[in-house]
T-cell receptor, first 115, second 115 residues
Framework: AQSVTQLGSHVSVSEGALVLLRCNYS??????LFWYVQYPNQGLQLLLK??????LVKGINGFEAEFKKSETSFHLTKPSAHMSDAAEYFC?????????????FGPGTRLSVLP | NAGVTQTPKFRILKIGQSMTLQCTQD?????MYWYRQDPGMGLKLIYY???????DKGEVPNGYNVSRSTTEDFPLRLELAAPSQTSVYFC??????????????FGEGSWLTVV
């Protein structure tokens, strides 16, 4: 069975500081990995995803994530936080099995950006 | 470019009342999902469908029913509303093509309160 853990339900950073949101997964087969962002009162939007190939993935709004198989991690980073980055971030795992696609979401990390 | 549309956005129900959350997508996706989101719990899968006429239970199906008569529509029915069903509900869809890492697309959410 797959599972996703996100260390820290709430992370606060100062504007301009590095953003680091942690995601670890467990999966019996190589997974596909996603980061979604949810702004207040909105649905989830795809930030970036890893499927195959290069392990450093760049997404929208200056975010990137690196797939580290040895650490079963897919941490999300951004060099310089902006006030507009304040949102909830969800890491997700999916894989294709005999019955189709199975998504599992982490519990989410709320990012606050302080002026 | 509508994507996934769900209605209503906000609703207050009395205990024991019934209602249907509507969901429609215009991307010709074969997979559709209903999730509920509770604070600190991430997204929990209620029901999903792999195509018209086919539905299956997710992680938390009790108290809900679904139908999938067309590719576009996937309504979620609450028969006897209970306070435990107070939550934010998200409809989502994806295209299952066996390509790696298909993206799941979300609606904007429906905020339901049962009093």
């Amino acid at each position: 069975a797959q599972s996703v853990t996100q260390l820290g339900s709430h992370v606060s950073v100062s504007e301009g500081a590095l953003v680091l949101l942690r995601c670890n997964y467990s999966s019996s087969v190589p997974p596909y990995l996603f980061w979604y962002v949810q702004y207040p009162n909105q649905g989830l939007q795809l930030l970036l995803k890893y499927t195959t190939g290069a392990t450093l993935v760049k997404g929208i709004n200056g975010f990137e994530a690196e797939f580290k198989k040895s650490e079963t991690s897919f941490h999300l980073t951004k060099p310089s936080a902006h006030m507009s980055d304040a949102a909830e971030y969800f890491c997700a795992v999916s894989r294709n099995d005999n019955y189709g696609q199975n998504f599992v979401f982490g519990p989410g990390t709320r990012l606050s950006v302080l002026p | 470019n509508a994507g996934v549309t769900q209605t209503p956005k906000f609703r207050i129900l009395k205990i024991g009342q019934s209602m249907t959350l509507q969901c429609t997508q215009d991307m010709n996706h074969n997979y559709m999902y209903w999730y509920r989101q509770d604070p600190g719990m991430g997204l929990k899968l209620i029901y999903y469908s792999v195509g018209a006429g086919i539905t299956d239970k997710g992680e938390v199906p009790n108290g809900y029913n679904v139908s999938r008569s067309t590719t576009e529509d996937f309504p979620l029915r609450l028969e006897l509303a209970a306070p435990s069903q107070t939550s934010v509900y998200f409809c989502a869809s994806s295209l299952e093509t066996r390509a790696p890492g298909n993206t799941i697309y979300f609606g904007e959410g429906s905020w339901l309160t049962v009093v």
